[in-house]
């Protein structure tokens, strides 16, 4: 990292005439009070390459490379079982940010069309600390449901350059560019042409006065350790570069923008790979390639204005907080036009008011019973191969040939250890209640006003008992909802005592959010649900709300009232369908972790397991805050708005995942090269 510019003084150690006339014009100038120090976000740049697979059948392969927001995807080989891709991507490595990269395999053939067979995982979180040098591995590939099948292997390679490597590289890269006498150091025309590219309108006398600040000998050269020093320092203080002299997109739009990254991603190294495709938000986007590049994606509306007015999109994203990665949610879409039809509508949801409610009950019932049945075990394998990577049979407490109806299968137990519960010993940390997608919100306004967007939702309505409503008036909502795929037990999110459930009767609309966020409906006030108050010590009253939906059976508790419980606890289960927790906790008792809230205010929902980290009771003393460690904004999807994600997704207040500036899904993609 460079050092900052000191104020007044060059490195030389005396005034210049540099201060007063760089200065004046507000743009560069060391004294310029409004311009802040810039963030340093990232650790490095990481280049990863995918070399070639052996798999166990011969097809048309592709494979796709995931890191947080970022999606990227190789070419499509020819009909074998030995792909050869020879594809890479460098990629930014956040000092906060993902971790964990995701390669997945996919075949792709007229009957089979992009049909994932096998990933893999590579953790880098110690890559930087492993030295420069390239590492080759040889890495299995694991079946999409089970870690215990092997369905090939996958041969990749990485290096990874450190921040201050990259800095100086980047100097050299410039400077060789730049250098048109070949002498390894930049004259002062060089200089001022390096200057001129960046975009910055400064006069002749203040590109002087940068060179001769640069020239730390005085032998009237910049070499490159100098000119990475100028860059680090101005960069860093007030912005030397204003656009990018390889892309020409404008810089430093942002103060958590890296320039320096962003200008070295830009950089053609000429290394003969193929490089990956991006613009895409998760695998399945990538996996389709061109037809979401002409379809939807490049149109509809931003997350702000997206899921929260109607769930306009047939592609539900998720932010998974484990990978901080995007993924897509599973859903049909045939399904999905019928409950646009039906929720998102007023001429719909008065079909719903003249007797599809009944419709919905009765049909809920049938299937219910019909899921309970022995005929019904013989859609458990069908059930998991659609579902595929999410859902691992290995942590089923049973074999899956052991269920014997497709709802035992639905309501499975899962091995011991197989959820942790974050800071078990301490009753102040709240933790997850269920597998889910998860929102939080401090207060009934907030989640009206990015979520939920029935006219009529409030406390009193959800709880269906004005007293008790009193009690949590101003209160925080953590809302879980569970979709077919997951666990579908529900565990205690908190430590204390049972109270008495309160059944509630009503509907059995769906909690998928095209209803939540439909303003012609209260899905959460209108089904059917049991409302149990739990007394915490460290919370206070505790509404727990188990809200039914379509196709939910029934609604099971295996806990009673009065017993003392700590938090992960099983509490009870859903039989089959989708279905929502809702935890309700009284006004300033909680404080929610900032990365769920952040995704929150983005209409974003986030992929948790039962047992992560909800939040904190506000009465946790000093010495239990400094010793629990929480999650931040860090670990959300405002930590990867940066300018390396204007190929992928830029993540601000106006979540956009759709537009063409932000995808850069241009014509250019769509043919794709066919490697051997």
Request: with cysteine; aromatic share 8%; hydrophobic share 35%.
């Amino acid at each position: 990292m460079g050092q900052k510019v000191s104020t007044g003084r060059s490195r030389h150690g005396k005034n210049t005439e540099r201060e007063a006339s760089v200065s004046s014009r507000g743009k560069i100038g060391a004294d310029e009070p409004s311009s802040a120090p810039r963030n340093k976000t990232y650790s490095g740049i990481i280049r990863i390459r995918i070399e070639q697979a052996e798999m166990q059948f011969k097809d048309r392969w592709f494979a796709c490379l995931s890191l947080g927001q970022q999606t990227f995807r190789t070419a499509t080989s020819s009909n074998t079982d030995r792909p050869v891709w020879r594809s890479e991507k460098k990629i930014a490595l956040e000092e906060n940010g993902a971790r964990i990269a995701r390669i997945s395999v996919f075949e792709t053939n007229r009957l089979s069309k992009n049909n994932l067979v096998g990933y893999c995982e590579l953790d880098l979180s110690d890559a930087l600390n492993s030295g420069p040098d390239y590492k080759d591995k040889l890495l299995e590939l694991y079946d999409p449901s089970t870690k215990a099948k092997i369905v090939g292997t996958i041969s990749l390679g990485y290096t990874i350059e450190d921040r201050l490597e990259t800095e100086r590289s980047f100097a050299r890269r410039l400077l060789s560019i730049m250098d048109a006498d070949e002498s390894g150091e930049l004259s002062l025309q060089e200089f001022r042409e390096l200057i001129k590219a960046f975009g910055n309108k400064v006069s002749t006398r203040e590109i002087e006065n940068l060179f001769i600040e640069a020239d730390t000998n005085g032998d009237g050269k910049v070499s490159a350790d100098e000119l990475a020093q100028l860059l680090a320092e101005y960069q860093e203080k007030s912005g030397l570069m204003n656009r990018c002299p390889v892309c020409g997109e404008n810089l430093g739009q942002s103060s958590s923008v890296d320039d320096v990254i962003h200008v070295s991603l830009c950089f053609d190294e000429g290394s003969g790979y193929e490089t990956m495709t991006g613009g895409f938000l998760t695998e399945k986007q990538a996996s389709y390639g061109w037809m979401f590049k002409l379809s939807e994606w490049a149109h509809i509306s931003s997350y702000d204005i997206g899921l929260k007015e109607g769930s306009k999109s047939s592609h539900i994203l998720v932010f998974d907080r484990r990978t901080m990665r995007l993924e897509e949610e599973l859903i049909d879409n045939k399904i999905v036009l019928a409950m646009r039809a039906i929720y998102q509508s007023r001429m719909g949801l008065a079909l719903v008011d003249k007797g599809t409610k009944e419709l919905l009950v009765n049909m809920s019932i049938k299937q219910g019973l019909h899921m309970s049945s022995l005929e019904s075990a013989k859609e458990i394998p069908k059930f998991i191969e659609f579902f595929q990577d999410r859902i691992n049979v290995d942590e089923f407490k049973y074999p899956v040939e052991s269920y014997k109806t497709f709802n035992e299968f639905f309501i499975r137990e899962l091995k011991p250890g197989a959820r942790q519960i974050m800071c078990e010993d301490k009753p102040h940390v709240a933790v997850c209640a269920a597998d889910c997608r998860l929102m939080v919100y401090k207060s009934v306004d907030e989640a009206k006003r990015f979520w939920i967007k029935g006219r009529k939702f409030s406390v009193k309505g959800l709880l269906g008992d004005e007293v008790l409503a009193n009690d949590f008036e101003g209160g925080s909502l953590a809302i879980f909802r569970l979709a077919p795929q997951d666990y579908h037990r529900f565990h205690m999110p908190v430590n204390g005592e049972i109270g008495k459930n309160i059944m509630i009767p009503g509907h059995l609309y769906t909690v998928n959010p095209i209803a939540v966020n439909s303003k012609y409906c209260d899905v959460f006030t209108d089904n059917k649900r049991v409302v149990n108050v739990i007394i915490s010590k460290e919370f206070g009253k505790v509404a727990f709300v188990a809200i039914g939906a379509t196709m939910v059976g029934s609604i099971n508790f295996t806990k009673n009232e009065k017993d003392r419980v700590k938090k992960g606890d099983e509490f009870g289960y859903f039989s089959f369908g989708g279905s929502t927790v809702i935890c309700v906790f009284q006004k300033s008792a909680i404080d929610f972790d900032e990365d769920l809230i952040a995704n929150s205010e983005r209409s974003l929902e986030t992929l948790v397991f039962m047992g992560m980290s909800l939040g904190v009771s506000t009465a946790m003393s000093i010495e239990d805050i400094a010793t629990t460690p929480r999650p931040t904004i860090r670990q959300s999807v405002v930590a990867l708005d940066n300018e390396i994600a204007r190929k992928g997704v830029k993540a601000s207040n106006s979540f956009n995942a759709r537009e063409f500036a932000l995808g850069d899904t241009q014509e250019d993609d769509i043919e794709e090269p066919t490697s051997s």
